[in-house]
């Protein structure tokens, strides 16, 4: 069974732009989580998406936004690009929302803002 | 608020010595624990996880025993190799708060010949 995939991989933009990120989740897997990566933060938890529906935000400001389909891949977009969103973001999918379901990340897209 | 906190890295061991990384949490509630790690230039995989209290994960050859009465989930390996060089992140999810994953900071390790 395929993994979690992620695209792009890699991405440059500047400041002001904006940007859209995929995940495609593991095959049956209806929910998408997206997490940001950095070197000072850490990996902190943005949203979550379950049957085309946000069930949970993380402290984001609003120019961070997502979106799930109906084949359950998830987009996430940010606008207006801050130098401070230079970040790995991920994306993580499961079957179900239980508490012990377990996440399956992705390899990330590396987003660089100049 | 709920928390994790790990050993700070970098951790660095010969091969085949022994691997502790430890980790306490801060929770409300009866949370699921989870180790991952994550390999340069990659996203995270699972390491092990255990959902309730005195229960052990395994993996790999690594073990960690989520016990209520300290809070803890140490990480522990008997005998590291060159390849379980990687970081390794230590989280938790909590009732109520569906596939929210809380990280702590990461623990750097690094196995040398």
């Known amino acids: 069974k395929a993994g979690v995939t992620q695209t792009p991989r890699y991405l440059i933009k500047t400041r002001g732009q904006q940007v859209t990120l995929s995940c495609s989740p593991i095959?049956?897997?209806?929910?998408v989580s997206w997490y940001q990566q950095t070197p000072g933060q850490g990996l902190q938890f943005l949203f979550e998406?379950?049957?085309?529906?946000?069930?949970n935000k993380g402290n984001f400001p609003g120019r961070f936004s997502g979106r799930q389909f109906s084949n359950s891949r998830s987009e996430m977009n940010v606008s207006t690009l801050e130098l401070g969103d230079s970040a790995l973001y991920l994306c993580?999918?499961?079957?179900?929302?239980?508490?012990?379901?377990?996440?399956?990340f992705g390899p990330g897209t590396r987003l660089l803002v100049l | 608020g709920n928390s994790v906190t790990q050993m700070e890295g970098p951790v660095t061991l010969s091969e085949e010595a022994f691997l502790t990384i430890n980790c306490t949490y801060t929770?409300?509630?009866?949370?699921?624990l989870f180790w991952y790690v994550q390999y340069p230039g990659e996203g995270l995989q699972l390491l092990l996880k255990?959902?309730?209290?005195?229960d052990k994960g395994s993996n790999k050859g690594f073990e960690a025993t989520y016990r209520k009465e300290t809070t803890s989930f140490h990480l522990e390996k008997g005998s590291v190799q060159v390849s379980d060089s990687a970081v390794y992140f230590c989280?938790?999810?909590?009732?109520?708060?569906?596939?929210?994953?809380?990280f702590g900071a990461g623990t750097r390790l690094a196995v040398h010949p």
């Open positions: 993580a999918s499961s079957f179900s929302r239980a508490l012990q379901e377990t996440q399956y």
């Open positions: 095959s049956g897997h209806r929910s």
């Open positions: 998406y379950f049957s085309e529906t946000q069930r």
């Open positions: 929770a409300t509630g009866y949370p699921s």
């Open positions: 255990a959902t309730k209290a005195d």
């Open positions: 989280a938790l999810s909590l009732s109520g708060g569906y596939n929210k994953l809380i």
